[in-house]
């Protein structure tokens, strides 16, 4: 039986090391958060909440938790509540590297930075989203348009024909 060279046996190690630092394998590609809506300061239950980034679209209604993938990608949030005029929508909530991200640089030399960017799992959204509801009518009114006034109608003027004066008989003499 032949028995590995230590350079043999420090290059496996070295792999498995490197491996470690995959956020794909020592992390997850789903995670939980946990959506609630408030209004003028307080909490507003009941709001239906759509949360969607590249890898897909999941529904909740506040305050409730959800599973959703990760990516690289912001998560959009589009939040109403029925019966009510109280919404948020285009809220983007960016996700941030989480620590996997940095020893699998360090110890992949980057390699496996880019399997954990494209499964999202070197990334982590907030674990709490905590989402504005607005009452639209009582947000300020757009700014108006300045509308430019049509040009002012020049009144039409009758051009009399210039008739030359006729000429004076000849005096007559007497």
């Not at 290059?11 to 956020?23: D, E, N, P, S």
């Not at 897909?56 to 690289?72: E, L, N, Y």
């Not at 020049?154 to 003499?173: C, F, H, R």
């Amino acid at each position: 039986m032949r028995v590995p060279s230590s350079a043999a046996l420090a290059a496996r190690t070295l792999v498995l090391f490197g491996l470690g630092g995959c956020a794909t394998l020592t992390g997850n590609t789903e995670q939980m958060v946990l959506v609630q809506t408030i209004q003028d300061n307080r909490e507003l239950t009941g709001a239906g909440c759509i949360l969607s980034n590249d890898v897909g679209k999941w529904f909740v209604t506040t305050p409730g938790r959800i599973t959703i993938r990760k990516s690289q990608e912001p998560l959009k949030v589009d939040c109403r509540k029925h019966g009510s005029p109280a919404i948020a929508t285009d809220d983007h909530i960016d996700p941030k590297l989480n620590g996997s991200v940095w020893g699998n640089v360090i110890l992949t030399l980057g390699v496996g930075y880019f399997v954990d960017r494209n499964t999202g799992a070197g990334f982590d959204y907030p674990s709490i989203l905590t989402i504005v509801m607005q009452d639209p009518a009582r947000l300020a009114p757009p700014a108006p348009v300045a509308v430019k006034p049509p040009p002012a109608a020049v009144p039409e003027t009758v051009v009399q024909p210039k008739v030359a004066p006729s000429p004076l008989p000849n005096p007559v003499v007497y």
